[in-house]
């Protein structure tokens, strides 16, 4: 019998990916995609009356507030999605026996180690952001022991609008680019993490808990640009620019590559960065 599972968020790039990859000729899982005008998860009344006439065996939740600058004058509206609307769906998740896939970030950390940190860290988020992702994080961990919390990094897709969409768009215009070199983490593809999910599914896992997932290696967002621009012969790269710091409402972590070892021994697949990311945008020319 095929796994029926709900998908939340479906219009992020997360959601999308997740749709593109597996919604057509899929033999093992029959999925479910809502955006919030389908399901607001916010609204427990909404959720109530959804899981009510629907019944799944999981529920991948994609939704969440990611606006990291604007979340820093929108807290309210950050903790309501990221924290509060998580605590209904691990409510209700919890009364219906379905299992919890939520994602979760790399900035539930301050970014002051110089080493790769693990799941067993201690978090101290340092923005409102990452205080609201942890806050949904907790929550979780206090209602359901089925679950599965994946912390990620550095998400992009071949779905607008993300880092990598904006950063091809400004090279095709030609433009100067200022990109710090102040942050150090790690870009990481839907594709793999979409994978990395189908995988905990497919294979039935009931190693539950937190995990972390992330492309292997690391890099600055300034690395991550050139790379991208070496797609792009015909734009002079001298037109990038390094730089330190840069102005921003949020304080982000300096340091936030993640050790994935414990997502290894679940899943072979991960490339380095650059291999996933000169994929994708071979793909996308």
């Not at 939704?63 to 990291?68: G, H, L, M, R, S």
């Not at 994602?103 to 609201?132: A, H, Q």
């Not at 100067?176 to 497919?202: A, H, M, N, V, W």
């Not at 102005?247 to 290894?264: F, G, H, I, L, T």
Request: proline residues 2%; neutral net charge; contains cysteine.
């Amino acid at each position: 019998m095929k796994a029926k599972v709900l998908v939340t968020g479906a219009n992020g790039q997360l959601g999308k990916t997740l749709k593109d990859l597996y919604l057509v000729n899929n033999n093992t899982i029959e999925f479910v995609f809502v955006t919030k005008a389908d399901l607001d998860i916010s609204k427990k009344g909404e959720i109530e009356t959804y899981f009510s006439s629907h019944t799944f065996d999981y529920c991948i939740n994609c939704a969440a507030y990611t606006n990291v600058e604007q979340a820093e004058e929108s807290t309210e509206e950050a903790f309501k999605i990221n924290s509060e609307a998580v605590r209904y769906l691990a409510e209700f998740c919890m009364a219906s026996n379905i299992i919890l896939i939520h994602i979760s970030t790399d900035y539930v950390f301050d970014g002051k180690k110089s080493l790769s940190y693990k799941e067993t860290d201690e978090t101290n988020p340092i923005n409102v952001y990452g205080r609201s992702k942890l806050a949904g994080e907790k929550e979780i961990t206090k209602i359901l022991n089925n679950y599965f919390i994946i912390r990620t990094s550095w998400l992009y897709s071949k779905f607008p609008k993300n880092f990598l969409t904006s950063i091809i768009s400004k090279i095709q215009q030609n433009s100067d680019l200022s990109i710090t070199t102040e942050q150090r983490g790690t870009p990481t593809s839907c594709i793999e993490l979409s994978k990395f999910i189908y995988s905990l599914i497919t294979t039935k896992s009931d190693d539950y808990g937190i995990y972390h997932f992330s492309a292997k290696g690391e890099a600055t967002w300034y690395d991550f640009v050139i790379k991208i621009a070496e797609h792009f012969p015909d734009y002079d790269k001298s037109k990038i620019s390094a730089i330190g710091s840069y102005q921003s409402k949020a304080e982000r972590p300096k340091y936030s590559v993640m050790d994935n070892s414990k997502a290894q021994r679940k899943y072979l697949g991960q490339n380095f960065w650059f291999q996933d990311l000169d994929g994708l945008v071979q793909n996308m020319k």
